[in-house]
């Protein structure tokens, strides 16, 4: 029989589903972005070329993008590290989930350079993330147990 997941897993579960909102919350903001600046679909990013509003509408449009290229990465290791450590993971989770929407709210004024000034904070969560999950595969190795 598998061991059963420690109570406290649901706060993990929780900043999954915090980060799901955060997401599509970004998403909507995008689409906004498009309509309002003229950026047709399947066209990723605006051409200065072509749109005088092409630099805010890209920095709205990679704010979500690089949110979404870090996705991976935050939820595996929010997933494996709260297997050991829930609430410390789960804590982690929650900060990395706030820096991401003063990231993306930063980069979307237009000025890529604000978007590290709260926002930067979630590669110091995501730093934690990884210890957390490094320590599960420890423990697993020398345990062979959580």
């Known amino acids: 029989m598998a061991p059963a997941l420690p109570r406290e897993f649901g706060y993990v579960a929780l900043v999954v589903f915090l980060y799901a909102l955060l997401n599509f919350w970004m998403a909507i903001q995008v689409g906004r972005a498009r309509k309002r600046y003229k950026v047709q679909y399947p066209n990723l990013y605006a051409l200065e070329s ?87 595969g420890i423990r697993l190795l020398i345990d062979g147990v959580l």
């Open 50 to 136: 072509e749109n005088k509003d092409a630099k805010l509408f890209n920095c709205i449009q990679r704010g979500h993008q690089n949110s979404i290229e870090a996705m991976p990465v935050f939820l595996t290791t929010l997933v494996l590290g709260g297997l050991q450590h829930p609430v410390l993971a789960a804590s982690l989770g929650v900060v990395y989930t706030i820096a991401r929407f003063f990231y993306f709210s930063g980069y979307s004024t237009g000025v890529p350079e604000n978007r590290n000034k709260i926002g930067g904070l979630n590669f110091l969560a995501l730093v934690g993330l990884l210890l957390c999950t490094a320590s599960l």
